[in-house]
């Protein structure tokens, strides 16, 4: 075996001693300033110390960070505030990657030779982030219409459900971060559309159960008395909700009852339910009183079990006790309804249309009570805009900012009047759209419409008492009152400027439908609900409102400059506009034999005790 010379061994010790000596050196030294080719977000940081890095990073990327951000979410465009909206860069954290020790002898090896591209990190504030989409949300957010089954003359009707839209808040976060830390100013928000829950076969299995519940009537036996409820009365007392992604029937105890109240009267003994009256300001409880006879309750589970059977199979049999009441004279009591929260009242010019419609629509929320945590709906409140429920044609805002005529007219002016008296009583917003137009008649930004089937107005008593709603009319108003117990020291509205100014366009139209309008610009607003107690604010809560334009429509061919076209004024308002109205934003009635004039295209705010116009 041929031995390997002293002095070879010797030189490849030394060469091992050097290697293990210039490792520990780059291990040793290594982190303490950032390798050459090392950039953060574009800044070149070689060289640096931690210290040095992280304020390079500010002076270079904190200005341009703290710019405004566009944000445009669908047709409505947002100015980002990156202090307002809790996102700032975080130097420190950006450039920390760069620097530590390492034993890697791959990665000390790199950090010699290679370059390293760093993202820069921003230092979020969840809640002032949440806010601020939120604010972007209420501008896009539109719940999925679920699909509906109801029983109309006799017949089930199925009303197809349609999708929504909601802001994926996830990657607008992500988008809106990325633009703040780079030169990117302007951010497209994320729309994903929101699905009904109820799927096909869960209304087919809806329509297939109300037709078995229309085929016949149901024999009802209580102590000596026989009476029938018929086929028709048990479709009105059906009705089908929302509940998992199924449509689940629901059966009314108390329209069941009043259907064969003639028959039970004999053996019944009325009751009724505790309740308030208002007067002069002081609210006092209503006691209740029990009756005696068939419960609504064990009515309708009786009924609800055999809606499906054959006619022979139809008939059932309920006790005769007592009918005890819904709510107790104790229970009122402890409701804790003892003042007044807030009041509003909607003025409105005269016309046959809007006394019948709004008038229909304030029986029906007046003496509403509302119970910690319910959410009040007021398409549920004021039922479908028919003929059936009361309600006549009126005007209301067509597609394009046109008015036409409609079942309903003027019943927004009752969406209006109970969100404002909402919104100064502190109940939680669930759900408010406000006219695709504005009317100079209404604050904007802080008013409400309600389509059937399409949108609706909600909202939650989230306070730990009872709410109880009184509502009244006039000729020309609605008032809106809400009772309970305050929380806050008051409520109020602040008011933003108008944005995003669109010009109204100028249309043409000689159809014999024709209602003439003036045109009135659209912007957007921001109205902030802030929360006052003990003297000092404690919440505030913003609502952004987009107004389209409204066209100003003529009626008539377009006239050449010899021959002007002939022009309807505005499709909402009769008689004289209250004060604080302008004539030229409002919608009348009343043809005109003349051409309006425009509004000026520089934004007003009409802020009278007015409120809202229809668009049922």
């Not at 019948?356 to 959410?375: C, S, V, Y």
């Not at 010009?503 to 003439?516: L, N």
Request: aromatic fraction near 6%; proline fraction near 7%.
């Amino acid at each position: 075996m041929t031995s390997v010379p002293r002095r070879v061994l010797l030189g490849v010790g030394a060469v091992v001693a050097v290697l293990v000596v210039g490792y520990l050196v780059l291990a040793l030294t290594s982190g303490s300033t950032a390798r050459g080719g090392t950039t953060v977000q574009g800044v070149d940081i070689s060289g640096m110390n931690q210290e040095q890095a992280a304020a390079a990073l500010t002076t270079m990327l904190g200005p341009a960070s703290e710019r405004k951000v566009k944000v445009t979410a669908l047709d409505t465009t947002f100015r980002v505030d990156p202090a307002e909206a809790g996102v700032a860069l975080d130097a420190a954290a950006s450039v920390a990657p760069a620097f530590g020790h390492t034993w890697n002898p791959v990665a000390l090896v790199a950090n010699l030779v290679g370059s390293t591209e760093l993202p820069a990190v921003a230092a979020v504030d969840q809640a002032k982030l949440d806010a601020q989409l939120e604010v972007i949300a209420d501008s896009v957010d539109q719940p999925a219409v679920e699909p509906r089954v109801r029983v109309k003359k006799g017949e089930p009707v199925v009303t197809a459900g349609t999708p929504g839209r909601a802001i994926d808040r996830e990657a607008t976060t992500a988008a809106l971060k990325q633009a703040i830390l780079s030169p990117t100013t302007t951010v497209e928000a994320v729309v994903v559309t929101v699905e009904p829950t109820v799927d096909e076969q869960s209304v087919q299995a809806a329509v297939a159960l109300a037709e078995a519940a229309l085929a016949s009537p149901v024999t009802v036996r209580a102590g000596t008395i026989t009476a029938q409820i018929p086929a028709k009365a048990v479709g009105r007392a059906l009705s089908f909700t929302v509940d998992n992604g199924q449509l689940v029937p629901q059966v009314d105890g108390a329209k069941l009852h009043r259907s064969i109240a003639a028959d039970l009267a004999a053996v019944e003994t009325p009751g009724r339910d505790a309740t308030f009256k208002i007067r002069k300001g002081v609210v006092k409880v209503v006691k209740s009183k029990v009756g005696t006879g068939v419960a609504d309750d064990e009515l309708a589970a009786a009924v609800a079990a055999v809606l499906d059977k054959p006619p022979s199979e139809r008939t059932v049999t309920v006790s005769m006790g007592t009918r005890p009441p819904k709510l107790t004279t104790e229970e009122a009591k402890a409701l804790g309804i003892t003042e007044r929260l807030s009041t509003f009242t909607q003025s409105y010019p005269y016309a046959p249309y809007r006394s019948q419609n709004i008038g229909q629509a304030a029986e029906r929320i007046n003496r509403t009570l509302l119970m910690p945590g319910d959410t009040f709906s007021l398409n549920d409140t004021i039922k479908e805009r028919t003929e059936e429920n009361g309600y006549t044609v009126g005007y209301v805002v067509g597609p394009g900012g046109i008015f036409a005529e409609d079942l309903g007219g003027g019943v927004s002016t009752s969406a209006t009047a109970t969100w404002t008296a909402a919104f100064y009583a502190g109940m939680e917003r669930v759900q408010t759209v406000a006219h695709s137009i504005y009317i100079s008649r209404y604050k904007p930004g802080l008013e409400a419409t309600v389509a059937w089937g399409i949108f609706d107005m909600k909202f939650r008593n989230s306070s730990p008492n009872a709410v109880f709603i009184t509502s009244s009319t006039t000729p020309t108003s609605i008032t809106v009152s809400f009772w309970g117990t305050k929380e806050y020291d008051k409520i109020e509205a602040e008011y933003g400027e108008r944005t995003s100014i669109v010009p109204y366009s100028d249309v043409y139209d000689d159809s014999p439908e024709c209602k003439g309008q003036n045109g009135v610009d659209g912007f957007t607003i921001t109205v902030d609900r802030v929360f006052y107690k003990d003297g000092e604010e404690v919440k505030r809560e913003p609502i952004t409102t987009r107004y389209k334009p409204a066209p100003d429509v003529t009626c008539g061919e377009k006239p050449d400059k010899k021959k002007p076209g002939k022009k309807k004024a505005d499709a909402e308002d009769t008689a004289t506009p209250p004060a604080g109205d302008k004539p030229s934003d409002t919608p009348s009635d009343k043809p005109s034999s003349k051409p309006s004039s425009k509004p000026s295209s520089k934004p007003s705010d009409s802020s009278g005790s007015d409120d809202v116009f229809s668009n049922a």
